[in-house]
Structure formats: structure tokens, C-alpha cells
């Protein structure tokens, strides 16, 4: 079994007095890709922001590589390796497409960001026709391409994507889950997905099932039962 | 509505009231007392239009100029008894504040803000340009009311003129138009959406707003008998805007406590004058981060802890 | 005597425009009106004046490295704090800032012998632009007011700095995920608005007389100016600057110095009355 990456504890996460998430325990081991689904509203990005570093859980710790990570700001995380890609405003709008990419490597040289950028662009072809674009100015899918870019150019040891399928059309989708796998079977990434449509089971080695700020189960993806996902989503 | 539950309110009035026994010890300590009055007046018609009614005014040193330098004027260039002047003053005064609330009406929030700011660093700037008539920054005399009644007399006339002002501004937020104007300052939209015309109750607030201040302005003038450009500049309008702040701006006497400590504590320190603006920049600063509830309700939460640590809490819970 | 106005108002909406742009950028990166700016750079220019015995150059320096300290100080160790617990709340941040012009004001007039000075540079002649002779020092102090915002556009496409002040007022949420210390850049950016009012401070007291009043004109104008400007938007508040140092020129030529600084905030409130969002509107939503 390869070693723990991160591990969540207890994670409490309140907004007010509205729980968010209660005692979420939740673990990820290194080269896994693991899928959180869960109906709008469980908590997903919650936890993902949260783990990220920008909310500040009520209670609980968190451990990365193992470190204890509770405290540290967002740019400490990233910089031990850990980055997340939110699902909305994942973009410079103003800023052309290449220099996205660039602050996507933000803790890479000179040298090797333009190694890791024409990586990039061997993934993404599309994105290297357009580098002096203004990223505000992308197509919807081609913005989500260039989100995920800068999370490769990141260079991380674990990559969290907030919803990726929001709003692309269920072959783009199936496109950048294969390109996803294709990426941890050679770079050996951490993948966490969380997500509201269950296409990610398809790549996913283990799901978390999330409802209403809990954990209701957690599975590898192949034995999981069609039926618990179901409960999920319309009650038990 | 029971009595206990009215009991501060009603206590007001006599609470402000007590100190015209200071005409009994008279002199130096007298006449700061006396000085005091004047900005609680100030105090509760900043508590009232900006933490009451939600409205961005910092022009208080403003509306407060123009009732002085209306007594000012009137008595260099006529013959208008005092009274009638500082009636006129407090007018005047509640004519500018209506100006003011119609001109910004379009503005929101902090931009409003920004212009009675400017307002404020405005109206002294005006003053110093007719300096032929108002003495501009080296100031002015008058025969004000304290030479004409007597020291004494106008003393006690300050401290009624509070009381009065105070009285009402407390029965005023009591009453439904007080209500609407805590209701605007909560949620302007949901006042609106409830069928209330919020622009009128706004206007209503600038204007009473504008005539207290006008008055307290006006009364400060006959006070202290001169005034200058450099009394009622724009450090005076961020006084007197943070005096409910520093007292507490949830209580009826909030704004009393806030003067207090704004204009004695100064007269405590006078042998350090010249540090005077680093204590009220530093108070500033500190009231905002430690005190955001000002000194009442910090003290009475301070009061508590301590005390829940002699009694145990269950009793203390029982009294709120 | 159009022409001489003119200059003069070009020179002195110029000088205005460096706190002016000092708001402006602290403001667009951190969502921050900071009101303190100009009070900094005339404790800083005081700072100057008092070392120009060691040399002018050692001087500046000084007074830079001292304005860019105490702004990137008071960001880092009172403001960031403050934004994490209460948010960009501007009414909160516009006491706090006036809070700390009000006590850099005071320890200006009591940490420096005097109360007015004048920076006194070499002469270095005059300049003929049409009939009208300008001091050289005018000029030069012109040409760096403009050449800031170069520098500072210059700063932002080729460093790794500048890009990320520029990624954090794009975008806060990703800034921090793709690794930036965004209190950091606050706080940078904190120090090089204060080192912009420093040097509007420097040349104030270069071609006129500083004091701790005028310092809190600039202070005032600037803040003002910005947000007349379209808050947050530098090209803005250069250009009202510059706008507002033509009218405070041709006011004194025609309606005399007292009446100079009334003209000039009439026509600021009335601005702001007509136009509340500013000249150009904000390059960032409040």
C-alpha cells in the first residue's frame, strides 16, 4: 500500500452558526485519485477550500506529507505541494494566457517553468495558439482547460479540482478525465476530484460519498454499489 | 413596555442634569463642565443621523460652524437680538443639512461619506477665505450670551439646552419614526419594500440632524465668546463623529460617556499637549480594535467576567 | 499668463498625482483606502531635510527607506490583521487610517526641530518653454511624477512581484492558491504607496515650503483626488490630479490664495455629487 499523503481529522468548518462540515475524517494516499461526490450543497468545495487553506476549520486538523498544515496559509500549502483549482474565478481575466501558466508555476525558475509550460501545451494544444490571448476572453471550455493547465504547471504533489465538469459537454469531460489519468499514471499526481455528476467514478480509484457537511461512505471504485450513490442524492 | 425596562431613558434627563451643581464650585472647573455640554450635544445629533439612522455624515463641524458663524455674523453686520440669532443659527444650519441629504442623495454609503467629509475641510477653508467678517483662522469675539446673563446663568441655560436636545433626541429613536430610522439604518431595502418612504425619513433625520447641531453650534459660540476657523475644523468633525463610537454606540449613553472622555481627559493631560494628537490617533486605533463596542459595553462585559468569577454565572444569567 | 498657469498647474497637479497614485495602487491591490499615505512621505521628507548635512543622496534614501517602512510596518502588523478578522470594511479602515495620519502627524511635529522647512537642491538653472522660465528642478520633479507610472507598469510585466500584485487585485482567491503570500504583496505594495507620497512630500518641500499642514493637504487631496479619480483607478487619478493642479493654479491667479483651496474642494464635492464612482469608475468593484 503506498504511504498516507494527507489526512483530515475531525474537520469542522462553520459559517456562523451553520455547520458546513461536521467531523469529516477523510484520508488520501499518494498516486490515488479519489472522487468526493455528493449533491449541491454537501460541502464539497467547502472541504476542498478548506483544505487549501482558505477557511479556517472550527475544529479538527490537517496533515499533509506529514506535517501538520492546520495553521498554515494558502501559499505555505503550495508550496509543500498542494494546490486546488476552485470552480469559479480559477483565472487571471486580465492577464494573457501564458502569464495564467506562469503563476500557475509560481515556485518554478525561469528555466524550468518554460519546461513545464510546453508540457502544458503538449497536453493542450489549444492553448498554445493562444497564449497572448487575455484569459477572460476564452471560451468556457478552453478557460477550463487553461484552469487545469496552470494545476499542471503547479507541479504539485496532490492537485485538487473543484467540480470540473461544471458546464462542459460530457465528451469534453470524458477528454479531461482521460487526460488526468493519463497525467498520474505517468507524473504519479495526486488527484482529489470532487464532483456533482458520477462520470469521475470512472477514473476515480476510491469516492468519498458527502452529504449535508458528513461522510456517508467512502469506497473503492470499483465495488462501489450503484445504490449507495443513489441515497446520496435522494435520501436514504 | 414596563418601567424597569424604561428606566435608563427616563433616568437620562437627571443624570445630565445633576452636574449644574457645578455652579456651586464654579471657576475653571465650571466653565469645562459647561464646555463639555456643548459636545454631547454634538455627540447625541452624531449617535442619532449616523449610527441611529445609518447615514455616512461627518460633517458635523460643519452644520455646528454655520450656527456659530451665523451668530457671528448677525452680530457684526446687524442688530438681531441674541436669541433670534441663535435660532436663525440652528436653522440655517438644518438648511445646509437638507441641502446637503438632497445634493448626495444619489451617492451611496461611503461616497456620501466622502462628500460631508469634504464638507468639513470645506467650511473652515471658507471661513479663513471671508476672514473680514469671521476673523478666519485667528478667530473672532463676541459679546456672547454668558457676558449678557451672566457667566452662571448661561452655564445653567447650556446644561438645559442639553438636557432638552438629549430628552428629546431619547424620545425621538422611541417613537415610530425613531424606529423607521433604526429599521433604515438595518436594512434600507427591506424598509423600502415594507411601503416606507425611506428618502423622506433620510431628509427628516439631516434635518433635525443639521437644526441640533446648528444650535449646539450656536450655543458653543455664545460659550466660549470667539471662535476661529481652526476650532470647528475637520479634526473636530472626526471628534465628534467618534464620541458615540468611543462611549458605545449601542447605548442611550453612549455618547455621554464618549464626551466625557474625549473632552476631559484631554484637560487631564494638558501638561502634555503637544502629544495630544498621537493619544487621539492612538485611541482611535485602539477603540476600534479592542473596544468596537465602545467603553460601556467593554467595561460591562469586563465588569461581568469578573464578577461571574465571585458569583457563579446562574445568577447573573437570570437578571438580562 | 495662460500659458505660465498652466505649467504651474501641470507641476503642482503633478506633485499631487504621486499620493494621489500611492491610494490609488494600495487601494486596487488591497482593497484598502488608505488615508495615511501623504503623512508618511512628509514624516519621511522631514526625515530627508533633517540628513541632507550627510549628503542629498544618502538624505533620500533615507527618507524613502523610512516612508516605505512605516507603511509596509503599519500594513503588515495592523492592517492585514485587520482585513483577515473584519474584511475590506472602508468606513472601519478610514478611521483606523486616519487614526494613524493623525499620530504620524503628531511625532512629525515633535520628533523634527521645525515645523516648516524647504529642501533646498542645487540650482540647476532654468528653462524657456515658450516666454515662461521654469526651474529645472520643476521639471525634473515633473518628469519623475510621470516616469512612476512607467516604472510602475514596467515593474509589473517583467518581475515576479509585480506580477503577483498585479494577480492579487485580478483575482484574490486564486493568487493565494497558485502560491502568493497576498499579506506580503499588501504589505509591498503598502511600503511603495507611502514611497510615492514621500516623494510628492520631497518635492512639495523642494519647490515650496513643507509643513506638517501641507503634508495633511496632500494628505487629504490625495485621498480625495483618488477617489474623485474612480477609486482604485491610477490613470484616473492622474489625470483629476492633474486637473486639480491646473484649477488650484488658475484659482490663485484669479480669485487669490484664500479663496484658491475653496474653489478647488467646491468643485471636488461637486464631483463627487454628479459623479459619485469617479472620472473614470473604478478598475475595481467595492
Known amino acids: ?236 | ?320 | 499668463m495662460v500659458l505660465q498657469g498652466l505649467i504651474t498647474g501641470i507641476i503642482i497637479g503633478g506633485i499631487l498625482s504621486l499620493p494621489v497614485m500611492g491610494v490609488a495602487l494600495i487601494y486596487g491591490v488591497t482593497g484598502i483606502l488608505n488615508y495615511a499615505i501623504a503623512t508618511i512621505g512628509t514624516f519621511g521628507a522631514f526625515t530627508t531635510w533633517l540628513l541632507l548635512p550627510y549628503g542629498l543622496l544618502p538624505a533620500i534614501l533615507a527618507g524613502l527607506l523610512t516612508s516605505f517602512v512605516i507603511g509596509f510596518g503599519i500594513q503588515q502588523f495592523l492592517l492585514n490583521p485587520l482585513i483577515k478578522k473584519k474584511g475590506n470594511d472602508l468606513t472601519l479602515f478610514f478611521i483606523i487610517t486616519f487614526g494613524i495620519a493623525t499620530i504620524v502627524a503628531g511625532l512629525t511635529k515633535n520628533f523634527f526641530p521645525r515645523p516648516t522647512i524647504s529642501i533646498e537642491l542645487p540650482k540647476l538653472g532654468t528653462l524657456f518653454i515658450a516666454d515662461v522660465a521654469v526651474d529645472i528642478n520643476k521639471v525634473i520633479a515633473i518628469a519623475i511624477a510621470f516616469s512612476i507610472l512607467l516604472v510602475m507598469r514596467f515593474l509589473e510585466k517583467t518581475t515576479k512581484t509585480g506580477k503577483s500584485w498585479i494577480a492579487t487585485s485580478q483575482n484574490l482567491k486564486m493568487a493565494k492558491l497558485v502560491g502568493i503570500n497576498v499579506e506580503f504583496v499588501y504589505s509591498l505594495v503598502s511600503g511603495i504607496g507611502c514611497i510615492l507620497g514621500f516623494i510628492g512630500a520631497f518635492f512639495w518641500g523642494v519647490l515650496y515650503n513643507l509643513t506638517v499642514n501641507t503634508g495633511w493637504d496632500l494628505c487629504f487631496l490625495g485621498y480625495i483626488i483618488a477617489i474623485v479619480g474612480g477609486i482604485g483607478n491610477v490613470w484616473g487619478g492622474m489625470i483629476s490630479a492633474l486637473i486639480m493642479g491646473v484649477v488650484i493654479s488658475f484659482a490663485g491667479y484669479w480669485l487669490g490664495g484664500m479663496w484658491q483651496s475653496v474653489a478647488l474642494y467646491v468643485i471636488l464635492f461637486a464631483i463627487l455629487i454628479v459623479a459619485p464612482k469617479g472620472i473614470l469608475g473604478s478598475e475595481r468593484s467595492v
Open chain 1, 1 to 236: 500500500m503506498p504511504p498516507l499523503l494527507m489526512e483530515a481529522e475531525n474537520l469542522t468548518v462553520t459559517y456562523g452558526s451553520y455547520a458546513a462540515l461536521k467531523k469529516v475524517n477523510f484520508s488520501v494516499f499518494e498516486g490515488e485519485i479519489v472522487a468526493i461526490v455528493g449533491p449541491n450543497g454537501a460541502g464539497k468545495t467547502t472541504f476542498l477550500e478548506t483544505v487549501a487553506g482558505l477557511l479556517k476549520p472550527k475544529e479538527g486538523s490537517l496533515k499533509f506529507r506529514d506535517r501538520n498544515i492546520t495553521k498554515l496559509e494558502p501559499f505555505q500549502r503550495r508550496k509543500m505541494g498542494l494546490m486546488l483549482i476552485p470552480q469559479e474565478g480559477n483565472l487571471f481575466p486580465s492577464m494573457p494566457v501564458k502569464e495564467n501558466l506562469q503563476l500557475g508555476a509560481f515556485f518554478e525558475n525561469k528555466r524550468s517553468t518554460e519546461e513545464i509550460l510546453n508540457r502544458v501545451y503538449r497536453i493542450f494544444p489549444k492553448l498554445q495558439d493562444r497564449t497572448r490571448q487575455l484569459a477572460g476572453t476564452l471560451s468556457g471550455g478552453e478557460q477550463r482547460m487553461l484552469a487545469i493547465g496552470m494545476g499542471i504547471a503547479a507541479n504539485v504533489k496532490a492537485l485538487m479540482i473543484d467540480e470540473l465538469s461544471l458546464g462542459l459537454a460530457p465528451k469534453v469531460v470524458g477528454n479531461l478525465l482521460s487526460i488526468l489519468r493519463d497525467l498520474r499514471d505517468e507524473t504519479g499526481i495526486t488527484l482529489i476530484l470532487s464532483e456533482q455528476s458520477i462520470k469521475a467514478l470512472d477514473v476515480a480509484d476510491r469516492v468519498y460519498g458527502l452529504e449535508a457537511g458528513e461522510i456517508r461512505f467512502t469506497e473503492d471504485a470499483q465495488q462501489l454499489d450503484r445504490d449507495l450513490i443513489k441515497s446520496l442524492y435522494l435520501g436514504a
Open chain 2, 1 to 320: 413596555m414596563t418601567i424597569r425596562h424604561n428606566l435608563p431613558r427616563l433616568l437620562l434627563p437627571f443624570v445630565l442634569a445633576l452636574p449644574a451643581l457645578f455652579v456651586f464650585v464654579g471657576g475653571y472647573t465650571q466653565w469645562v463642565i459647561g464646555y463639555l455640554y456643548l459636545f454631547i450635544i454634538q455627540g447625541y445629533v452624531a449617535w442619532l443621523l449616523f449610527y441611529k439612522t445609518g447615514q455616512s455624515f461627518y460633517g458635523y463641524s460643519a452644520t455646528m460652524a454655520l450656527g456659530a458663524y451665523t451668530c457671528v455674523v448677525l452680530q457684526r453686520l446687524t442688530n438681531v437680538s441674541p436669541a433670534l440669532q441663535i435660532l436663525l443659527g440652528a436653522l440655517i444650519s438644518a438648511l445646509l443639512a437638507m441641502l446637503f441629504f438632497l445634493s448626495t442623495s444619489r451617492a451611496k454609503g461611503f461616497y456620501a461619506g466622502m462628500a460631508s467629509f469634504l464638507l468639513a475641510i470645506l467650511i473652515p477653508k471658507l471661513i479663513e477665505a471671508l476672514y473680514p467678517i469671521t476673523g478666519g483662522r485667528s478667530g473672532v469675539q463676541i459679546t456672547g450670551l454668558d457676558l449678557l446673563l451672566g457667566s452662571d446663568n448661561y452655564f445653567l441655560l447650556v446644561i438645559f439646552f442639553t438636557v432638552v436636545i438629549v430628552a428629546f433626541i431619547a424620545w425621538l429613536i422611541n417613537t415610530r419614526v425613531g424606529k423607521i430610522f433604526t429599521l433604515i439604518a438595518e436594512n434600507e431595502d427591506l424598509a423600502q419594500a415594507t411601503g416606507i418612504n425611506s428618502f423622506k425619513y433620510k431628509l427628516l433625520a439631516y434635518t433635525v440632524a443639521g437644526l441640533l447641531s446648528g444650535l449646539g453650534g450656536a450655543l458653543y459660540v455664545n460659550y466660549t465668546g470667539s471662535i476661529s476657523s481652526v476650532d470647528i475644523n475637520v479634526f473636530t468633525s472626526v471628534s465628534i463623529f467618534f464620541i458615540p463610537l468611543l462611549g458605545s454606540k449601542r447605548s442611550l449613553y453612549g455618547p455621554l460617556v464618549g464626551s466625557m472622555f474625549l473632552v476631559l481627559i484631554p484637560e487631564l493631560f494638558s501638561s502634555i499637549e503637544r502629544y495630544l494628537d498621537i493619544l487621539y490617533g492612538l485611541s482611535y486605533i485602539l477603540v476600534m480594535i479592542f473596544l468596537p463596542d465602545g467603553i460601556i459595553i467593554g467595561v460591562g462585559r469586563l465588569l461581568a467576567r469578573l464578577f461571574s468569577k465571585i458569583v457563579p454565572p446562574k445568577t447573573l444569567g437570570n437578571s438580562s
